[in-house]
């Protein structure tokens, strides 16, 4: 059936096909992505003289090219359109690299507690320490005994630790207690208990901020906040992570604390040997952010004059 909504493109499928082959364009965005396609001629003559999106650029000159019959694109074009395609894939390799190194990170660590774990609590005296905590606290947190120690966890939101039967990790369990219970709540108030999420998916947070805010100041339509995360990425990914770090070393602090006034026998090394590698696995998710932001920065900087070679370039030939 014929396009009636963009007649043009009846006549172009050949002539976008030769384009595609000539320039060796086959396995690029611009051989799979049909969104020049859905504007008329009148639009895309219109988007390139308007438009800062470089790699939309290209696609609306080549689309615009093969209606009106003319195959012959400046080869720099092509040339920078390549090399931001390029960058743009290593980039995306870097980043599974990343990730995959702290997934074996986290793993290797909590394979290397577990085989060290200290099953140091019965069940009754489990409850016990519970209770000493809890006096400690002031929060009457509930317990649930779990098998699994590197699945605990507080829940604010019903207000119970689910704790693995080791002595440091019940206490640093019970320390996120009176954090939010306590501590969290004075600046906070009832949005407290709820605080936990947020403060894990900001640092992933911060990476979109950092590509959204990389990818403004590229077209020029850069503000102050923008530009400002634009030029410090790592910074800004490492401060959206204090919040996660600082919960975690609070509760550790704390809870070592309680565990020492309750029994002043027990010995701090040994609870620091099992939180201390468990911060660890935490510290991948800053790791992450700020490894994903120093890798968007090098990319935005790879491809910023390819991206302007395009602009120029394209008004020209698309004339």
């Known amino acids: 059936m014929a396009n009636l909504l963009f007649p043009h493109e009846q006549h172009s499928s050949k002539s976008k096909k030769d384009i595609i082959d000539k320039y060796n364009l086959g ?9 020049s396609s859905r504007k008329s001629t009148k639009e895309l003559k219109k988007s390139l003289n308007t438009s ?3 790699k939309q650029l290209v696609k609306d000159l080549l689309e615009y090219k093969a209606r009106t019959g003319d195959t012959d694109v400046n080869p720099k074009i092509i040339k920078n359109y390549k090399s931001i395609e390029d960058a743009e894939g290593k980039a995306s390799t870097q980043n599974l690299m990343l990730v995959g190194g702290s997934i074996a990170a986290q793993t290797g660590i909590g394979i290397g507690l577990n085989a060290k774990m200290d099953y140091d609590l019965a069940d009754d005296k489990a409850k016990r320490l519970a209770e000493g905590l809890n006096a400690q606290t002031k929060t009457k947190t509930k317990l649930n005994l779990i098998d699994e120690p ?4 507080f829940n604010p ?8 039967k080791n002595k440091a990790i019940m206490a640093h369990e019970y320390g996120h207690a009176d954090a939010y219970k306590n501590k969290y709540t004075k600046v906070f108030g009832k949005a407290a208990p709820y ?10 947070a911060a990476i979109g901020g950092v590509s959204y805010s990389l990818n403004q100041q590229s077209k020029g339509k850069g503000n102050k906040v923008t530009d400002f995360i634009a030029e410090n990425p790592v910074a800004t990914a490492g401060a959206a992570s204090v919040p996660l770090i600082a919960d975690e070393a609070y509760a550790s602090y704390k809870g070592l604390k309680m565990l020492k006034n309750i029994d002043p026998n027990y010995k701090l090394s040994k609870g620091l ?7 660890g696995t935490y510290a991948t998710i800053p790791a992450i952010a700020m490894g994903s932001a120093y890798i968007a920065k090098k990319r935005s900087e790879k491809t910023k004059d390819s991206k302007e070679q395009i602009r120029k370039l394209v008004k020209k030939d698309g004339r």
Do not use: C, H, Q, Y
Not at 150 to 153: C, G, I, M, Q, V
Not at 273 to 279: C, E, I, M, Q, V
């Open 157 to 164: 939101a019903n207000n119970t630790v689910s704790s693995g």
């Open 52 to 54: 800062k999106d470089s």
């Open 273 to 279: 040997k099992t939180l201390g590698p468990a911060l």
């Open 150 to 153: 590197l699945k605990s966890n």
């Open 195 to 204: 605080m936990r999420i947020p403060a894990m998916a900001a640092p992933f």
């Open 27 to 35: 396995g690029t965005e611009i051989s799979v992505d049909g969104s």
